[in-house]
């Protein structure tokens, strides 16, 4: 799996309202972003499968929690059981240095380290991790690329790429956003892509 220096989370709940996520979604794309962990996981397996297959028309779908047909990768929870061989290749949530040593170890393809920031999206949790946090689960992943979520926006993300993050992963900024496209090519333009 080709690892994004931007990945997008999904959370139609933080659209505004008259959105749909595959038309948010599609701006992204139109503006660069690649690639997209779908969550939703309010909605059963087959909404979720419907839902993928939209968003593949755009750009890479990678499934949190669950497989779903067609994807191009899971994203699993930090507490989450690595899948049996011969799976998609996955990425995980990590909170700390220790999950991001874990993860390695297991074969992940890629980690997210989070909260690096406050964040709307998740209030009070934390603490946040902040350059020093970031840099910390870089020296973990022995070369694992991390990707720092939590509080990331246009304005940020430099700053943690020059932190050695791999990219930055971000869900809030971009879907509360009145033009997810300017935010995506912002983000985009810090990162170097």
Known sequence: MKVPRLLLLTDRGQ????RGLVETLA???AAGATTVVLRELDLDEPARAALADALSAHMQVISAR???PGVRGLHLA?????????GPPHGRSCHDQAAVARAAEEGAAYVTISPVASTVSK???GPALGAEGVRRAVEAAGGLPVLALGGVSAGSAAHLSAAGAHGVA????VMRAHDP???VSALMAELGE
């Open 15 to 18: 659209l505004p309202p008259g």
């Open 27 to 29: 701006s992204c794309a």
């Open 66 to 68: 669950t497989v779903l």
């Open 78 to 86: 930090a507490h989450q059981a690595v899948p049996a061989p011969g």
């Open 123 to 125: 209030p009070g949790y």
């Open 170 to 173: 971000v869900m809030g900024a």
């Open 181 to 183: 496209a300017a935010v």
